[in-house]
């Protein structure tokens, strides 16, 4: 029988040229899957990212819809404190209630006068809130002290001593007053026209002492509102023993110090309340306590007498206009920073600027460097100062009426 299988002819490849070209095809799709895999890894670490930021954002918005859900709490005051975990409280609403504390809360802050906040159904007590201060009040501490000290202060050594011993010394060294066995003064009354270093006084032992110097002027302690004014003066102290040492030191005095007249408007009556709320605070000091009180006024003969007996402000020191020795040393202050010209005397300028105040001397030198710069000077000739010297005292803006002899007797 006859082999009828036809022979198969397989042809191999032989071109290397051609095997060349499709494994540089093979390696260039290769490098393009590897390019794509690596964009879609980063496209999901994106995207995982991008998820982790939006479900933060969730959260929170969550977190910030439940907290707006939270019922409103109703704020009260604190009357007693009871056994079993109970305390008298007297709500906004006006009665009192006997209502339970939350666990929350620590026993040590429950104290009678406290603010506290209370859940609006059952009244239970949820927190213990700070004690509330009045931004007239909050505003009048300087945080920073005084960068005034005792050499920018001249003609002024002896009502500075006085200060000093009676501020000063009883909260550096209260040692002193326990060895002679003497209670330090409990408040200062400053007396003297306007311009004549008052402020500067106290801004200088504020700096001395390093003490928390809170300064609120009279006016702002009388109020629109009845026992409005009284309650800025309970805050006043409160805030002073909180930052003690502290230095209190009310401007103006006389604004709401003035004498309690028989027949008086509703604002009187208003103004008198807030004396009376200002005597009793004055009362509540212990003289060596880490509380000092300044008081400041260019019209004494008008306090009422209940503030100038002893007991609450205790020394009184008068402040007049600088003789020739204190308006020379005034001077000296001035004209240090100044450039001058060497013809420039203190001492005659002292000489002719008799009867000016520590502040008119003060105008006088700046007037003195702005007609200089009139002229387009670099130097402040005496002839300025004799110009300024003219256009300052001519006006006679600064003279007072002077205090009566009996409160220096």
């Given amino acids: 029988?006859?082999?009828?299988?036809?022979?198969?002819?397989?042809?191999?490849?032989?071109?290397?040229?051609?095997?060349?070209?499709?494994?540089?095809t093979l390696e260039e799709r290769n490098v393009r899957l590897m390019e794509d895999?690596?964009?879609?890894?980063?496209?999901?670490?994106?995207?995982?990212?991008?998820?982790?930021?939006?479900?933060?954002?969730?959260?929170?918005?969550?977190?910030?819809?439940?907290?707006l859900k939270t019922p409103p709490l109703v704020i009260g005051s604190l009357r007693d404190v009871l056994p079993d975990n109970k305390v008298i409280i007297k709500s906004s609403t006006g009665p009192d209630f006997i209502v339970a504390v939350s666990q929350y809360v620590e026993k040590k802050n429950l104290i009678p006068g406290a603010r506290v906040s209370l859940n609006k159904q059952t009244l239970a007590v949820m927190q213990v809130l700070p004690a509330a201060i009045d931004p007239v009040v909050s505003g009048a501490e300087i945080v920073d002290k005084p960068n005034v000290t005792y050499k920018d202060i001249g003609g002024l050594s002896k009502q500075m001593l006085e200060l000093r011993e009676a501020v000063e010394d009883p909260l550096l060294r209260p040692e002193l007053y326990k060895k002679v066995g003497i209670e330090p003064p409990k408040g200062v009354l400053l007396v003297g026209p306007p311009g004549t270093g008052k402020t500067l006084m106290a801004k200088a032992v504020a700096n001395a002492t390093k003490a928390?110097?809170?300064?609120?002027?009279?006016?702002?302690?009388v109020q629109k509102y009845i026992g409005e004014g009284a309650r800025l003066v309970r805050e006043l102290f409160e805030l002073a023993k909180e930052k003690a040492p502290s230095i209190v030191f009310i401007d103006e005095l006389d604004s709401v110090g003035a004498k309690r007249a028989d027949v008086a408007t509703s604002g009187d009556r208003e103004v008198q309340r807030t004396l009376m709320q200002l005597l009793a605070e004055l009362d509540g000091f212990t003289p060596t306590g880490n509380v000092k009180i300044i008081g400041a006024t260019n019209r004494p003969d008008i306090l009422d007498d209940a503030l100038l007996r002893p007991g609450r402000f205790d020394r009184i020191i008068e402040i007049g206009l600088p003789d020739?020795?204190?308006?020379?040393?005034?001077?000296?202050?001035?004209?240090?920073?100044?450039?001058?010209?060497?013809?420039?005397?203190?001492?005659?300028?002292?000489?002719?600027?008799?009867?000016?105040?520590?502040?008119?001397?003060?105008?006088?030198?700046t007037e003195a460097g702005m007609l200089a710069i009139r002229h387009d000077r670099d130097t402040i000739l005496p002839e300025d100062f004799e110009e300024a010297r003219l256009k300052v005292l001519e006006t006679e803006r600064n003279k007072g009426k002077e205090a009566p002899a009996h409160l220096y007797g």
């Fill in 1 to 24: 029988m006859a082999d009828d299988t036809v022979p198969v002819k397989v042809t191999l490849p032989t071109d290397t040229e051609e095997l060349k070209a499709k494994l540089v």
């Fill in 324 to 365: 020739e020795g204190g308006r020379q040393q005034i001077f000296k202050i001035h004209l240090a920073h100044m450039n001058i010209d060497k013809k420039v005397s203190p001492k005659k300028l002292a000489t002719e600027t008799e009867g000016a105040s520590g502040a008119e001397i003060k105008s006088i030198c």
């Fill in 37 to 67: 895999l690596q964009n879609t890894e980063q496209e999901r670490r994106a995207a995982e990212s991008e998820l982790f930021r939006v479900q933060k954002d969730l959260a929170r918005v969550r977190s910030e819809l439940e907290r």
């Fill in 212 to 221: 928390t110097f809170i300064r609120l002027v009279g006016s702002e302690l």
